[in-house]
């Protein structure tokens, strides 16, 4: 069942290419806002590059800290677009269709913004390169295999192009609406990059073909990309609050709930700024509403389960490392902070309808997920390293300086920035699904109501 | 064998050097370049390292090293594995000599003031001008008849040196000073008074099984730490019985860190708990009945009847019982030995106390034992000793010379690396700014050499000649030799021969009582008396002498101290007890700091960097204060405290200190520097000024233990630079990083 | 696996009084940076070897123990597989190398570390051009952006070690030494060969005293321990 108007398809193309078309005054201010912050976080990273790590909170032995939080961050983010598409999409969950394009965009900005970070947070950022290209093969030096820093680039870059791929055929027949809606050199453009899509018999055929292939194709690389993130600290046995085989699960369902929660934030940020109320409807905020009820809980599970192993395993080390994050202020503010924005407050809240139906209510809550699940992860990573191994002599904490902020707030404006252009060129609800949602549609009387319903062939 | 390219990147190529040199083709120009090709001195291959042997001198102590010289440059000093003090090994201070011959701040040439004195205006000038400039001064002061206005202020100096600062002296006319501000007088008075040596005796810790220390700090600073660590690895590792180390101090030393078992004791009553001890081991029968009449005049335990354990028990704030215990110990695991200083030295009562510890080696006949306390022999070239010192009473006098100019005023003041400005409490400063002409000898721009008219900078211990008698000795005849190992860095003259050049532009008697041209003609004609026995051999004295260079000195392990002559001491009947300065809370213990010792190492960054070995703390100055009690007071880690005394404040940072009494504060000397370079300068406090001059004090040393302090919160707070983390270090329930083991081997 | 040779250490605890001679001593050997006030407020001194002292018990029956902890030169080290770049891996002697030129600074190798035995430049370092005098030829000056830790002096090995075979030989026991062996006063270091079972670390690590530091962690380290001696304390 379907809660919206009935559209006609001009009207359809009008809405849904408004973005691309029209170029409101709010749009160059968002642009310049985001634009300032971003180039602000250019210089701290040159900054950070000419002077070196010392500008960092970082120390020994706490050598990992916001930058990494921030990469498994948005890596976790990057996480939902291609869930919420694939899945829904395989499972012909029929209120996905204004959803997925943006998941999927976010899913693409996110992931190339977290490839940035494991680059700003090495020492020697020139010569990454070595890292995952084995320029000095000639020695018979190939990067090292064993690292799971070689199977983390591995994993992010598959995962980064297969999501490409994903976006680009899912927006093939938009592109093509495009390009029959402008006229000059983004007609041009348009023409180039649709690849001469007509929307001929076969060429639908391909597209979709294409679409639920690669949905298959890319679940088993989601599962595996932030399996193998979590494996950056799952296989270091030296840092015992890390060593933890419940890892991978936890962070990939960990990175499907923050990753939902941003879909939900951007979902909300369209329908405001684009008046798209009639396609990003408050059935969708619902059905999101309830996906995250399922997946938060199942976090919550695994969260407890890491906790209960650690305090039961009784090493004195361990649970050191505990009452650091429970009990050890800052840290306690931390947890508290982490426990309420990212499950206590917003979970409870959804079992209702009408907070699911609420938009306001859901952009809220997921923004406080989000909070949330930073905080997660800073949580892990950074009392593990604090409280490594039994040298309590070492024992130390950190805090991050305003280099490394100023940077990961910059990475948030990338991401927006990211997502803001792309809505300028392209749009970003599919317009063919909505379209197609329409075929599939058919009007039933619900009293004295004639509203659409949906009937798929099979 | 003809090495083929091949064969040699395949060797090269599998080790660690040859791939780090592989990948160093590529390094980029910005990258640290270690060596330029400068002049190489014909004498030396390049990519060759030479040892020469030397000796140290950044404490009195008198080590022998070795250093490693490639290319003209001083990379590395080691000890010397010959040299009987410290066998090869050195402490921190040892290591860092470098810094002080590479040092950027070093004084590079002669300077002339030009703005007010103190306002470190000067102006370079030749030695010619400079050498001449005092010259004439000393022609006056000689033609005027005040030769004997002469002041020569110097660092302690030992051997040949010594030698020929007297005889300048002697031959010229006017006074020496050896400024050191842990002044060991009450400690050489103790020994020559119990003892009946003019020489620290060789305390063979080695072969004891039961030691004492009374705040002898010998793992730290004290007399010799170096040969007293190796000592100390072999009593508790050795071949035989491990040794049991007992430690009484009002502060937990790291020396008391070591000990099996650490006695806290209220400030200046070690005497009595040493006289306590010889009650019980007399009145309980474990001292042999000669001993017992002798120490007690014939009385018997009668006599030390007010050192009941009972009644010293309130005196000292230890227990009865564990005075008791203790003195079994001690009297019944023989080989024992006592010893004191530190603390239990630095007070008014300073000499009571040593003197009552030393004593305690009579009472369980360790004195001229094996394990126990050995003679020294004197000098094995007669006049060249080592150093003498003057106490805090020399000065005292001297500050009143320079004030009333009675009975007679200085005119002239020659220093050299002494630091009396720093060290000494400030109306020294100003009374030795009366002086008309001061002339540093001094290798670096400390605050006492700030203050010249006349700077003519030495060289540092690595680029000159030189002798040292070690004092203590390793119980046989010993004398170090002192060669330079690199050239001159900058434009330097070595101390002894700029006196030698003034002794010949002087002439008369001064010329004749030092006819050399050089301190190294000096010191070979002075090797001669070597010649024939001890450690080196050769036939001609050539040979012999390339033989002493080699080995880094001479010794003669046949030529032992001489048999005990002086008769035990009979024990004082009565207590004396301490007087301290101030009305404060808090009682103030100083020590040196085991890597800046009394701040002279606070030049060097590698010094300012090593850690407290118990604090952790490095380049600041802390206070220590119970744990417990600062928490109660409301205090925190880092606050900066104001530590007042009747004579002064300083300002440092408060450590929470988990082992100090609570009634007692600690801090550590060697930071507060005016002057010194860039590392020493403007860091930390000197907590030297806060401790009054001596009232009572049987020697008129410095009593810088015996003063009572007030402790107020600034309210400021700055991060402790400090190597320990965020929380207390413990070991973990259940873990084993530092596990202890009972083994009795 | 080298025949002849596998480098290990004895750490005598019950000998060892924290003077931190051998501290100062590694740095002027291994050409260490000047560690600043800043860097111990920020915590980021560079110490390849550290005396580490834990307390014990309350005042006044209160007592501290000094550890010295360097690179353990663990058999099976964690910190090699962990390497992206093999800039640190395991030579034929047993000993954990790193390759400075390599390195791109991750810093995983150090959390891999049980020991917190590697030391990352944060900053690059300086010394004042006269100062520069004294650096150590054999050893290279680290950039920024890259872990060090303790070599073992590896210099001082392959210098020794290419005399040695020159002569034809194997090394002799004690003939090289380690800067913090050689030069730490109470002896508590030793340093030798255990491949060499007449050596003397090869009879030091049967004492009943040994141990290992976390040795349930199956790193194999090459540096052995012997527990402090109480007389009269509690066994373990
Ligand atoms: N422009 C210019 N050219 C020069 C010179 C110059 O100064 N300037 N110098 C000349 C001189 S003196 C020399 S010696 C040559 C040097 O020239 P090359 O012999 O080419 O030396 P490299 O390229 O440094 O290293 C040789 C090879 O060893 C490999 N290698 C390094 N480490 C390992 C390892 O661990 N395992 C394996 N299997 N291989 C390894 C490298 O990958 C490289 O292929 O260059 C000569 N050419
Ligand atoms: N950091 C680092 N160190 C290295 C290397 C590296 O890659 N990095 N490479 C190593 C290698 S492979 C090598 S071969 C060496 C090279 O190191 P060196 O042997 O020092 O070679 P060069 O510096 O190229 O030249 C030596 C000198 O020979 C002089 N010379 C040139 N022609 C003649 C002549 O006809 N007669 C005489 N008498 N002198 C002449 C030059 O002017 C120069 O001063 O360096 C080694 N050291
Ligand atoms: S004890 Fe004194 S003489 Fe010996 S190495 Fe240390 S500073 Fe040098
Ligand atoms: S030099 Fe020896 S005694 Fe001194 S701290 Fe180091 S290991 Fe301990
Ligand atoms: S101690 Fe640490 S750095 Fe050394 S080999 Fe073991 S894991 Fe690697
Ligand atoms: S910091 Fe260097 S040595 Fe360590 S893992 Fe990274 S690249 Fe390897
Ligand atoms: S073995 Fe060498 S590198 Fe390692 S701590 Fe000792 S001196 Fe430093
Ligand atoms: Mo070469």
Not at chain 2, 153 to 176: E, I, N, S, Y
Not at chain 2, 271 to 281: D, F, P
Not at chain 2, 459 to 468: C, P
Request: with cysteine; glycine share 8%.
């Amino acid at each position: 069942m379907q809660e919206r108007r009935d559209t006609s398809f001009p009207q359809i193309n009008q809405d849904l290419l408004r973005g691309v078309i029209k170029t409101p005054i709010w749009f160059w201010l968002v642009l310049g806002a985001l634009g300032m912050v971003v180039l602000g976080g250019a210089g701290a990273m040159g900054y950070l590059f000419y002077v070196g790590l010392g500008l960092t909170g970082l120390n020994w032995p706490v050598m990992w800290g916001a930058f990494i939080t921030t990469f498994v961050f948005w890596v976790g983010i990057s996480h939902a677009g291609v869930m919420l598409s694939a899945i829904l999409r395989l499972t012909h969950a029929e209120w996905r269709r204004p959803a997925t394009r943006a998941a999927e965009v976010l899913t693409v900005f996110s992931l190339a913004t977290a490839a940035l970070f494991p680059i700003i947070h090495v020492g020697r950022p020139w010569r990454a390169l070595y890292w995952i290209f084995p320029y000095d093969f000639a020695r018979g030096i190939w990067p090292n295999i064993r690292s799971p820093l070689i199977w983390d680039p591995a994993a992010i870059f598959t995962y980064l192009t297969g999501s490409s791929l994903f976006v680009y055929i899912a927006l093939l027949p938009d592109l093509a609406a495009a390009r029959d809606h402008t006229t000059g050199w983004r007609h041009t453009l348009y023409s180039v990059i649709s690849l001469g899509f007509r929307g001929t018999a076969r060429q639908w055929r391909l597209q979709v073909m294409g679409g639920i292939l690669l949905s298959a194709l890319i679940l088993p690389v989601f599962v595996s990309v932030h399996s193998i993130v979590s494996w950056d600290f799952g296989m270091t046995m030296a840092v015992s609050g890390w060593h933890v085989t419940i890892f991978a699960p936890y962070f990939v369902i960990g990175a499907v709930h923050s990753g939902v929660a941003a879909v939900v934030t951007l979902l909300a940020l369209m329908r405001w700024v684009f008046g798209w109320q009639d396609y990003i409807r408050r059935e969708h905020f619902d059905a999101l509403g309830r996906l995250m009820l399922v997946v938060s809980t199942a976090w919550l599970y695994f969260f407890f389960m890491e906790f209960l192993f650690a305090l039961y395993s009784g090493e004195s080390a361990e649970i050191a490392l505990r009452e650091m994050q429970v009990f050890t202020p800052p840290w306690s503010y931390f947890f508290i902070t982490f426990l309420l924005t990212a499950y206590f407050i917003p979970v409870p809240l959804w079992l209702f309808r009408g907070v699911r139906r609420s938009v306001p209510l859901m952009f809220l809550t997921s923004l406080s997920v989000n909070i949330g699940m930073w905080l997660e992860r800073f949580l892990i990573f950074v009392p593990g390293l604090a409280r490594k191994q039994v040298f309590t002599f070492d024992w130390y904490t950190y805090r991050p300086s305003a280099v490394e902020i100023t940077i990961i707030a910059a990475s948030f404006a990338v991401v927006a920035l990211g997502v803001l252009l792309f809505s300028k060129f392209f749009p970003l609800v599919p317009i063919y699904d909505v379209k197609e949602g329409e075929v599939f549609s058919t009007r039933i009387e619900v009293g004295r109501r004639k509203v659409p319903a949906v009937v798929r062939e099979e | 064998m003809a090495l083929t390219r091949r064969q040699f990147l395949k060797v090269a190529a599998t080790s660690t050097v040859g791939a780090v040199a592989f990948v160093a083709c590529s390094t980029p120009q910005d990258e640290f370049l270690i060596q330029s090709p400068v002049k190489m001195p014909e004498d030396l291959v390049a990519g060759a390292d030479n040892w020469y042997a030397s000796v140290c001198r950044q404490c009195p102590a008198g080590c022998g090293t070795i250093v490693r010289v490639m290319e003209g440059r001083a990379k590395k000093i080691e000890g010397n594995p010959l040299h009987p003090i410290n066998r090869g090994k050195l402490c921190a201070r040892g290591q860092a000599g470098l810094q002080a011959l590479y040092h950027p701040d070093r004084l590079r040439g002669p300077r002339r003031r030009v703005g007010e004195r103190g306002s470190g205006q000067f102006e370079e000038i030749s030695w010619d001008e400079g050498l001449s400039l005092l010259l004439s001064r000393l022609k006056e002061l000689q033609g005027k008849g005040q030769a004997d206005t002469l002041l020569m202020v110097t660092d302690p100096v030992d051997g040949h040196l010594a030698l020929l600062v007297k005889r300048f002296l002697r031959a010229f006319g006017g006074q020496h000073l050896v400024y050191e501000p842990m002044e060991p007088t009450t400690l050489t008075t103790s020994l020559q008074r119990t003892f009946g040596q003019d020489l620290i005796p060789h305390f063979d810790l080695e072969n004891t099984q039961f030691l004492l220390s009374f705040g002898a700090d010998f793992l730290e600073t004290w007399l010799s730490p170096v040969a007293y660590g190796v000592g100390y690895g072999q009593f508790r590792q050795g071949n035989r019985r491990r040794g049991t180390l007992v430690v009484v101090s009002p502060r937990f030393s790291t020396t008391a860190a070591s000990a099996d078992e650490w006695i806290p004791i209220k400030p200046g009553t070690e005497g009595v708990l040493a006289l306590s001890l010889a009650y019980v081991i007399l009145s309980q029968g474990l001292a042999s009945p000669q001993v017992a009449q002798a120490m007690t005049g014939g009385a018997g335990v009668g006599a030390l009847e007010s050192f009941r354990p009972e009644a010293a028990s309130t005196i000292t704030g230890i227990p009865a019982r564990d005075i008791t215990r203790l003195a079994r110990d001690f009297a019944q695991q023989r080989p024992s030995l006592a010893i004191g200083g530190g603390p239990a030295a630095a007070q008014s009562n300073g000499l009571f106390n040593l003197s009552a510890v030393f004593a305690l080696n009579f009472l369980v006949e360790s004195v001229g034992q094996r394990g126990g306390v050995l003679n020294n022999p004197s000098p094995a070239i007669p006049d060249v000793g080592p150093a003498s010192y003057n106490s805090l009473a020399d000065w005292v006098g001297l500050e009143e010379r320079l004030r009333t100019g009675q009975p007679r005023p200085v005119n002239l003041l020659l220093t050299r690396n002494a630091n009396p400005v720093y060290g000494l409490p400030s109306q020294f400063a100003s009374a030795l700014s009366r002086v008309p002409y001061i002339v540093s000898f001094s290798s670096f721009m400390d605050e006492t050499t700030a203050k010249a008219d006349l700077i003519l900078p030495g060289h540092v211990y690595l680029e000159e000649w030189g002798n040292s008698v070690p004092n203590p000795g390793p119980g046989f005849e010993t004398i170090g030799w002192q060669q330079p190992v690199v050239n001159p860095v900058g434009d330097t003259r070595s101390f002894p021969d700029v006196l030698l050049a003034l002794a010949q532009g002087l002439g008369g008697e001064t010329e004749r009582a030092l006819p050399w041209s050089t301190f190294r003609d000096m010191l070979w004609e002075g090797a001669k008396s070597l010649h024939q026995r001890g450690s080196v051999r050769a036939a001609d004295f050539e040979s012999f002498w390339i033989g002493l260079l080699q080995r880094g000195g001479w010794w003669d392990t046949t030529a032992r101290g001489g048999q005990q002559t002086t008769k035990a001491p009979v024990l004082p009947r009565e207590p004396r007890l301490p007087s301290f300065s101030g009305e404060g809370d808090f009682h103030l213990i100083l020590f040196p700091s085991i890597s800046l010792g009394d701040g002279r190492g606070a030049h060097l960054p590698w010094l300012q960097g090593t850690p407290d070995p118990l604090t952790t703390v490095a380049w600041q100055t802390w206070v220590e204060m119970n744990a417990q009690s600062a928490q109660k007071m409301g205090l925190q880690e880092g606050d900066v405290l104001a530590v007042e005394s009747p004579v002064g404040v300083v300002e440092a940072l408060l450590y929470l200190h988990p082992a100090i009494p609570p009634g007692v504060v600690a801090m550590p000397m060697g930071q507060g520097h005016d002057a010194y370079g860039r590392y020493a300068q403007g860091r930390g406090a000197n907590p030297l000024s806060l401790i009054s001059l001596p009232k009572d004090s049987d020697n008129g040393s410095l009593a810088w233990a015996a003063t009572r302090v007030r402790i107020r919160k600034t309210g400021q707070r700055v991060k402790l630079a400090k190597l320990e983390g965020f929380v207390t270090p413990t070991q973990l329930p259940g873990t084993e990083i530092v596990p202890e083991a009972q083994v009795t081997r | 696996m080298s025949e002849e040779y596998k480098w290990g250490m004895v750490v005598d605890v019950d000998r060892c009084t924290g003077c931190q001679a051998c501290v100062v001593a590694c740095q002027v050997e291994n050409n260490a940076p000047l560690s600043s006030e800043e860097s111990f407020q920020r915590r980021r001194p560079m110490q390849w070897i550290r005396i580490e002292r834990y307390w014990e018990g309350e005042y006044p029956h209160i007592k501290a123990r000094f550890l010295p902890l360097l690179c353990q030169q663990c058999g099976n080290a964690p910190c090699e597989p962990v390497c992206p770049v093999y800039a640190t891996y395991h030579n034929r002697e047993g000993l954990n190398v790193q390759i400075y030129p390599r390195c791109i600074g991750t810093r995983f190798c150090a959390n891999n570390c049980p020991y917190n035995a590697r030391f990352f430049n944060w900053v690059e370092h300086q010394w004042p051009p006269v100062m520069a005098n004294y650096l150590n030829p054999h050893v290279t000056v680290r950039p920024r952006g890259i872990m060090e830790k303790c070599t073992f002096c590896i210099h001082r090995l392959h210098r020794a070690q290419r005399q040695a075979k020159g002569e034809g030989r194997v090394l002799r026991d004690g003939e090289v030494q380690p800067a913090c062996v050689q030069t730490c006063p109470t002896n508590a270091l030793v340093f030798g060969n255990l491949k060499d079972p007449n050596s003397r670390v090869s009879s030091m690590v049967q004492d009943e005293r040994h141990y290992r530091l976390l040795e349930e962690l199956g790193t194999e380290p090459s540096v052995v321990y012997l527990k402090k001696v109480v007389p009269g304390g509690r066994a373990s």
